[in-house]
């Protein structure tokens, strides 16, 4: 789903009871940048305040640690105050979500947001597919150099580049960053017609084949999410491991061929003459 690029926070915030309470404990400021945060993500969502990594994943306390750069004691803390004063809860996955979100936010507005967007990605692709089928002369006007622009911002809003950062890094338990290269690599993937499920079937084939492996070194957006994707992601599972096996093989029976012996002449030379 698409994420919104606002969340509404009032100007009085800070004279709301839970939040001068929560400012007025140890960590009361870490706790409060933890709770904005928070507020971000579900808005990044735009799933009804449910804050997660993927429907199927949701996020730990480690791991909005080390998102958020904040101690884990910090997150805990964060966490419980706010389950305690009703702000989150959980559901019965284990995703956190924002209490009584919809009087954070305009609903309406959201619905409207996803349904503008739905639209608007539904065109985007249209127009890919025209012109995969039919090659046009054009002239790029200031009308639709700007219609371009348009749609490449589009085209960057819908792709959840850090999403699919973090899924890699749930998954193979490394520190990746969303960095303008690997952004560009999950853009012209997506622009080919891949989607999230793609990229999390990609990282979940070669962590498979990789991880523990020499090959561990590539398990990094650069390689997943190069030219070699469209074949990583339609790679038959375990097809490589035995052509591996059969390879390592080959080279053991190699190595365990030995050279025919040598006679040794054990009589005396005199009984090899004529």
Partial sequence: ?????????????????????????????????????????????????????TENIPYSED???????????????????????????????????????????????????REQTRLRVAKYREIKQLQCNVTVTEEVTPSNATDKEIDKEIDKEVIPCQDIIDYLNQKASTKFRATDKHKECIRARWKEGYGFDDFKTVIDKKYKEWAGTEQAKYIRPITLFGTKFDGYLNQVEGGSKVGAYQQSTRKAKATNITKPSTPTRSRKASEWED
């Fill in 63 to 113: 791991m909005l640690s080390n998102k958020f750069k904040k101690p884990l004691n910090v997150i805990k803390l964060a966490l419980r105050t706010f389950k305690d004063l009703e702000m989150i809860d959980f559901d019965d996955s284990g995703r956190l979500f924002i209490s009584n979100w919809e009087k954070h936010q305009n609903i309406e507005a959201l619905d409207k947001i």
């Fill in 1 to 53: 789903m698409a994420e919104i690029k606002w969340i509404k926070i009032t100007t009085d915030m800070f004279d709301d009871e839970k939040i001068d309470f929560i400012s007025s404990l140890p960590e009361g400021d870490s706790l409060i940048v933890v709770w904005v945060r928070l507020l971000t993500m579900a808005g990044k969502n735009n799933a009804g305040g449910f804050i997660f990594l």
